[in-house]
């Protein structure tokens, strides 16, 4: 079973940061096509751990700053 870390790392909350502050009508297509597109180093699993934290900022259950 793989261990994954409570920390998310630099890259996931650049993302995740780029999706909080990026107008959806910057950003048409679907998230995970836009970050791959943007984030070419990130894979799927990637692009859908910084949308998870987006979500969580967003809905305030993480720290923007984290």
């Known amino acids: 079973m793989e261990q994954q870390d ?3 790392d630099f890259l996931t ?3 995740a940061r780029w ?3 990026t107008p959806k009508q910057k950003r048409p297509r679907a998230a995970v ?3 791959r597109e943007r984030f070419p180093q990130v ?3 990637g692009a859908c751990r910084a949308l998870a934290l ?3 900022i967003r809905s305030g259950g993480a720290d923007a700053a984290a």
Do not use: C, F, H, M
């Open 43 to 45: 894979g799927p699993q």
């Open 6 to 8: 409570r920390e998310p």
């Open 13 to 15: 909350q650049e993302i």
């Open 33 to 35: 096509v836009e970050i």
């Open 19 to 21: 999706v909080l502050e």
């Open 54 to 56: 987006a979500n969580k």
